[in-house]
């Protein structure tokens, strides 16, 4: 049984919408408020009949209050570009109970259901030294697109942010939402570099899946701790001061990444692999101030 | 060198090999895949620089403790200085202070000086020793007796002074031998020239008694002066002096020298001798007046070296290989087959000769005039020269001489010991003067020489003046013993002299051990299985002479091949003995009067133990274990100071 098919999952995923302060650029008809005027529910401003315009928007109340005939304008909902990049690099295949890239998907899974339940158009891309693919997910594929990639596991390949999220910002344009879901570490510690370009181009968001790997080592003991990425080696003997001090760069790192992201604009969020994917992508929405707790 | 008190000690060495062993151990590290090494190269210094430092620095901390284990391992064996001996020894030194050690070198210094200062060096080497001295004189006198004081025995030493005296070493060595039989340990040091050196009388075969012989002075001239004496003329009465000189020549051909005597530095005596092979000439001169130093000259020219190059240890075992070279070779052919025990090879007809010459044989028969001539071009060290032209070594023929009868010898020819020479005759011989350079002459009726022996310490030439087909010597009868007995005497010469001189250039032949030789260096152990020298042979031929090292301890020494293990087979043995009796040119510029009182020792100064190395080495090691700790600390250290 895939995770989707769960009725708690569903019940949990349910209850999370998605709401963007950000105004919708898209071309379509959506939940999300626009620059564009036109057809809605909502009356934005009045303006002058003129011959020819549909009676039925003339706002009778003020017309008669007034002397004149005005016709109400109305704001109009459209949909929003939400852009999923899921890490499929292989440092994402660590993790208990479940892997970060299990989470990751789920975590993804979570975000695209939400954002395709308030009608946006969703974007699935998946990188790892390169963009591997980045395919549009509708509603009624989205369990089979994730399928497909549940099934396929992670790219033994090392992460590239700066030339995967070169190739992304090249193809997509067009503004909108980027979720970045990852563990945030390649071989240059280069992702904190990477995130200036991205808010010039998007609002983002980052989700941090960590593993209890990325930040614990064993406190003694000979070891060759080889990099599943590069498989670059590291010969050490292991101390207590090592693993301490280990835990802290992963720490300091995680706190720099959190702070680029606020200092331009982003959003950040540190998931643990296992995490409740609804309750965090909850958690997500609450955090970058664009979510709304439902009916529960 | 170095020698170790605590050699047993070097058992703990095997910690060394162990410490390799879990190092590599330790090397071999788990592997744990991670997401990610950025944060440990970070961490890490070791990851930093380049790959080849790093290599290096993850091997620092193995060296250090190689080292540290080393030092310690050293420590405890407890080494110290060579020659600096821990053990008490009872040492006896014979100091030659006898007429020829006057003899200025070229550096200068006399032999005698040069024996005092070697003298000193063996005091300085044996500091927990009692040290007896000997003057070695005409009459052999106790300088010093059971000395433990290192200064008071160096004094004495020096007190000893120079004499005009022939020496006594028959005496001084019984004196010696009985001074030694007192201690432990017992060594006796004889520093002399060994010009009148005879080793009658005195006991060199190695027993309880260890002899060292140092030997000073050069070994290339070999005419000197071996009597000298000043007394009052008995017949002019005190006014006069009769000054008595002999001047000997060593070598084994005639030189000529002129000799000057001065008295006071007045000219009294000049003259040119010509003195033959180990011929002698004296002279007594009377001077009037007295006083004054007697200077005695000989100035030197055209003087050969002496040969002294001894070889030995070569020969091929049971047959000797002969080579005859002759137009008509099949006489000899068929005495040298009757001799028996010979491997015979024949010049065919037409072959050149000089083919023959590089190919190993251990004689060669010929009667060709041109090889004769040519024999210091063959490998081959031994000759038969029959009827050698004129002119081969300073032969010179004259008339023929018919019906000669062969006188019998007043001394012994060794290779014709076994012959019946009494009833041979000849029946026509040239007549023949030969030089000094041939020793053993056998000579016919009105002195026309028919044997004749060049000996040499590596080579001989028998020349054979007749032609034994022209003659009616009794030929079949007499050559093959001929033959034999030249054969035994070639045999003795290459096979069995493995025994050497000190103070001779030694060298063997490498033929026969050649094929037992492993690896490039040879080692020396003398009776006690102690290494004393190394020989490299790595650039020698099996043709070649080995030049054995200087040694100055009598016995019996062998050699082995520095590879092999301590219970291997020796390549080879050889027996060491005292140094022949060179005599060697002096010039004594002075006759010195009676010896001088020795000066009172000073205060004991006597080093009670050997300089040990073993505190430096464990200061060594204490060092590099305070290394070893800062190595293995650092990494926190720098790290902790960076992140702060």
Request: aromatic letters at 10%; hydrophobic letters at 40%; glycine letters at 8%.
């Amino acid at each position: 049984m895939r995770f989707w098919e769960d009725p708690e999952f569903r019940k949990k995923l349910d209850t999370v919408r998605l709401i963007m302060k950000n105004r919708a650029r898209g071309l379509r008809f959506g939940e999300n408020r626009s620059r564009y005027f036109g057809r809605g529910i909502e009356v934005s401003h009045l303006k002058n009949y003129a011959e020819g315009e549909d009676v039925r928007f003339i706002d009778w109340n003020s017309s008669f209050r007034l002397g004149r005939i005005f016709l109400k304008v109305f704001s109009e909902t459209r949909e929003n570009f939400i852009y999923i990049l899921l890490d499929r690099s292989a440092s994402m295949e660590f993790g208990s109970p479940e892997t970060k890239f299990t989470t990751a998907v789920k975590t993804a899974y979570c975000l695209a259901h939400t954002a395709l339940s308030g009608f946006n158009r969703v974007v699935l891309a998946e990188f790892s030294d390169t963009l591997i693919s980045a395919r549009t997910v509708g509603r009624t594929d989205i369990n089979g697109k994730f399928a497909a990639v549940m099934d396929s596991p992670p790219a033994a390949r090392p992460t590239s942010f700066e030339r995967s999220f070169g190739e992304f910002f090249a193809k997509f344009r067009r503004r909108g939402v980027v979720f970045v879901v990852s563990d945030m570490v390649d071989a240059p510690l280069s992702a904190i570099e990477r995130l200036p370009r991205m808010a010039l181009a998007h609002n983002f968001c980052v989700v941090q899946v960590s593993s209890p790997e990325d930040s614990a080592l064993p406190e003694s003991g000979e070891f060759k701790f080889e990099d599943s990425e590069t498989g670059e080696t590291v010969e050490i003997s292991m101390t207590p001061d090592i693993a301490r001090r280990f835990a802290e760069s992963y720490s300091a790192f995680s706190t720099g990444v959190s702070k680029k992201c606020l200092r331009y604009g982003g959003h950040y969020f540190r998931l643990p692999c296992g995490s409740d994917p609804a309750v965090a992508v909850r958690g997500i929405m609450l955090g970058a101030g664009m979510g709304l707790a439902g009916n529960d | 060198m170095i020698e170790f008190q605590s050699l047993a000690n070097s058992i703990f060495a095997v910690s060394v090999p162990v410490l390799v062993a879990l190092y590599m151990l330790k090397l071999n590290r788990k592997t744990v895949k991670v997401p990610n090494v950025a944060f440990l190269k970070m961490i890490v210094s070791e990851n930093r620089g380049s790959s080849l430092f790093k290599r290096l620095t993850s091997n620092i901390l193995l060296l250090l403790e190689v080292l540290f284990l080393a030092a310690l391992v050293g420590a405890l064996m407890n080494p110290g200085r060579a020659g600096l001996s821990v053990v008490g020894k009872r040492l006896v030194l014979i100091v030659d202070n006898t007429i020829t050690m006057t003899t200025a070198e070229a550096g200068g210094e006399t032999r005698f000086e040069t024996a005092k200062k070697e003298a000193l060096e063996v005091l300085a080497a044996n500091p927990n020793s009692s040290v007896s001295i000997i003057e070695l004189s005409n009459y052999p006198r106790l300088a010093a007796n059971n000395e433990t004081d290192f200064r008071a025995a160096a004094a004495k030493l020096s007190a000893v002074s120079q004499t005009h005296f022939r020496p006594d070493w028959r005496f001084a060595f019984s004196l010696a031998e009985g001074l030694a039989s007192e201690g432990q340990n017992p060594e006796i040091h004889a520093f002399s020239d060994f010009s009148s050196f005879s080793v009658a009388g005195i006991s060199t075969v190695p027993g309880k008694v260890r002899h060292f012989y140092h030997v000073t002075g050069a070994k290339t001239r070999n005419v000197g002066i071996s009597e000298f004496d000043i007394t009052a003329d008995p017949e002019t009465g005190s006014a006069a002096q009769e000054i008595f000189f002999t001047v000997k020549n060593y070598d084994d051909y005639e030189v000529s020298f002129p000799v000057s005597v001065t008295s006071g530095g007045a000219k009294l005596y000049s003259s040119v001798f010509t003195l033959s092979a180990r011929g002698s000439e004296s002279k007594v001169l009377k001077r009037f007046g007295g006083g004054g130093a007697v200077r005695i000259e000989i100035a030197f020219g055209d003087s050969m070296p002496q040969d002294n190059v001894r070889s030995g240890s070569a020969g091929e075992g049971d047959r000797l290989s002969v080579l005859v070279s002759s137009e008509r070779p099949y006489f000899y052919d068929a005495a040298l087959s009757a001799a028996g025990g010979l491997a015979v090879e024949t010049v065919p007809p037409g072959v050149p000769r000089s083919i023959y010459r590089n190919r190993e044989f251990d004689l060669v028969v010929t009667d060709d005039s041109a090889e004769i001539a040519e024999s210091s071009k063959y490998r081959c060290a031994n000759f038969v020269a029959i009827c050698p032209p004129d002119g081969f070594m300073g032969i010179k023929y004259g008339e023929w001489d018919y019906d000669v009868t062969f006188r019998a010898p007043s001394f012994p020819y060794e290779y014709m010991r076994s012959m019946d020479l009494s009833d041979i005759y000849v029946y026509r011989a040239r007549r023949a003067l030969a030089t000094g350079s041939f020793g053993e002459i056998a000579f016919g009726s009105g002195g026309v020489p028919l044997f004749m022996r060049l000996a040499r310490f590596d080579s001989s030439v028998f020349a054979v003046m007749f032609d034994p087909r022209q003659s009616n010597f009794p030929l079949k009868t007499a050559f093959p013993i001929f033959f034999s007995n030249v054969a035994g005497a070639v045999r003795n010469l290459v096979s069995a002299p493995e025994i050497f001189n000190i103070g001779s250039d030694n060298r063997m032949r490498l033929r026969r051990i050649y094929p037992a030789i492993r690896g490039p260096k040879l080692v020396v152990r003398d009776d006690g299985s102690r290494d004393v020298a190394e020989i490299d042979v790595s650039s020698l031929k099996s043709t070649d002479l080995l030049r054995l090292p200087p040694l100055t301890a009598t016995g019996r020494y062998r050699l082995f091949n520095a590879s092999a293990g301590p219970s291997a087979r020796p390549v080879a043995e050889f027996y060491l003995n005292a140094p022949v009796g060179a005599v060697l040119s002096i010039k004594p510029g002075r006759v010195p009067g009676p010896a001088r009182t020795a000066p009172a020792a000073s205060a004991p100064a006597f080093e009670a133990s050997h300089v040990s190395f073993a505190p430096v080495l464990i200061l060594a090691a204490l060092l590099l274990l305070l290394l070893d700790w800062i190595y293995q600390n650092f990494k926190v250290f720098f790290r902790g100071g960076g992140d702060a």
